[in-house]
């Protein structure tokens, strides 16, 4: 196992670079959207919509905390990282202090999902036992998924069409189009995120054996896959009828891909992996972007 040298920091700093505060986007964004296509029905609510993100928030905050614990366990991180800080491999966090705070976090989730699941159906505590099996998953067991090229899929399906269709569904108890075209496009920027992360570390994934798409294909498949992913999410609206019928301007969310292209030329001529931090930083912020943008335009009409 590789260990690096504990840097002094003060607790609540260390705790922020476990929870990666910059990546929080991918939860906060769905449920905004999910919340303001349910306005169509009735006035949003607001209480609700803030357990909703709390509940959110708090899974991708285990995801994070249980990737950090386990790659120190599976000696992924290495003195040679060129991402942020790993607090449990760097001795910022103690790895008992790290197992309690992600028990903690998994008993408050329970708390919310069964609350969740009171005022609208018995499948939101199912999918909230789902979901933070997957958090775990991603990085912990004996097969790790996302050792085995599957961390997109994961990342698509939870911060993209699972959140927003279950945000829209507990505030309307209905389903909707709107919903899943949404979760597709910010499922898609979400995976891009991911994809940004698995190129910046390809040589430390390599010799580690985690086996990403990136290391299974290659830095180019990664680059082509960041472009793709970006594209699509810009244009999938615009095959919903429904949206471009009667919230014309909500499509202004399209315009992630103007703010994309600067991200796109570092992707793909990128002399050092060092320089992919800022882009993982941009595109964290597409992501609110194209839920703020999206929202801001829902509730203009001609």
Known sequence: ???????????????????????????IAPVICGAVISWEFFPLQISLTAILLLYAI????????????CDHFRG?????????V???NSGLIS???????MWLNVIFILILGAYLGTISSFWIFIITLIAIASAYLYSGGPKPYGSMGLGELFVFIFFGPITVIGTYYILTKQFSLDALVLGISLGFISSALLVVNNIR???QDKFANKRTLVVRFGK?????????????AAIIPWFDEHLVE???????????LLFAIPSFQIVFKHKSPVELNSVMAKTAAYIILFGLFFGAGFFFHD
């Not at 708090?58 to 614990?69: H, K």
């Not at 009667?246 to 992630?256: D, Q």
Request: glycine content about 2%; hydrophobic content about 45%; overall charge positive.
């Open 76 to 84: 992924i991180d290495t003195p040679n990282r060129i991402g942020p």
């Open 58 to 69: 708090s899974l991708q905050v285990l995801s994070n905390l249980s990737n950090d614990y």
């Open 220 to 232: 180019f498949f990664g680059q082509m896959e960041y472009l793709i992913l970006i594209l699509l």
């Open 246 to 256: 009667l919230h014309p301007y909500s499509l202004i969310s399209t315009t992630i």
């Open 95 to 101: 790895p008992e202090k790290m197992k309690l705070a």
């Open 86 to 88: 790993r607090v449990t």
């Open 1 to 27: 196992m590789f260990e690096v040298q504990s840097t002094k920091l003060p607790a609540w700093r260390a705790w922020l670079l476990a929870i990666r505060l910059k990546t929080l986007t991918a939860s």
């Open 201 to 203: 570390d390809y040589e």
